[in-house]
């Protein structure tokens, strides 16, 4: 019992020094942590830690009956000494077990819930980052719009611009249209006026042609 005891100490106090230092047995030992608590292995170590406990307390009860009997006989035997002595060093080693047990299952925990804490900080960094470079690319994205609204812009006014020189010009050749339209209207009027004088001087002159055709038959007559 002694012998197992120390035995299953010192393979605890290994798995706790493995536990405590970053090398490649502390991968080993969280692998074979993890498989003795899958399936019936929690309920397999609650019932032997139970067991050592039953067995803790009964070796202090038997501390304390040897004890008592030591003071009422006034000193121990040496067989009550033996067991006295066995059982204060059962009782010890297995409180340095299942002290150590406690010690490995919270460094196991510990070790876990820090893994996974690592894991979710680089996933959030590598998210941050991701938001970083997609709001560098979103600015950059802005700044572009920005650039073709100002191109955009500066086309706009130039095509205002045109506009207007078409507008004005327009406004000018529609002034030179009617000016030109006035114009002819008058140079209408001046020719009519002109067939009016002219259609005047032919009468006129055939009525002059007429009178001398007369005078000319009387002086021959």
Do not use: W
Not at 26 to 41: C, P, S
Not at 145 to 165: D, G, H
């Amino acid at each position: 019992m002694i012998q197992l005891l120390f035995a299953l100490l010192a393979a605890e106090a290994a798995l706790a020094l493995s536990l405590l230092f970053r090398t490649p047995a502390r991968r080993l030992a969280l692998l074979a942590i993890d498989r003795a608590k899958r399936g019936r292995g929690p309920v397999m170590a609650r019932t032997v830690a139970a067991t050592m406990l039953l067995v803790l307390a009964s070796a202090g009860y038997s501390v304390t009956k040897i004890r008592r009997r030591a003071g009422e006989l006034g000193q121990l035997t040496p067989t009550d000494q033996v067991l006295a002595s066995r059982h204060l060093l059962e009782a010890s080693l297995m409180g340095y077990s299942l002290f150590l047990g406690l010690i490995i299952d919270r460094l196991h925990h510990y070790i876990r819930e820090l893994r996974t804490m690592k894991k979710n900080m680089e996933a959030v960094t590598k998210q941050s980052r991701t938001l970083e470079e997609a709001k560098v690319g979103g600015v950059e994205e802005i700044q572009g719009y920005q650039k073709e609204i100002a191109s955009l812009k500066e086309q706009v006014e130039m095509l205002k611009s045109q506009s207007q020189k078409k507008t004005e010009e327009l406004k000018t050749a529609e002034a030179n249209s009617v000016a030109l339209q006035k114009q002819s209207e008058g140079l209408l009027m001046e020719y009519d006026r002109l067939i009016a004088e002219n259609g005047d001087l032919r009468n006129q002159l055939q009525s002059i042609d007429l009178r001398t055709s007369h005078s000319d038959g009387k002086k021959n007559s």
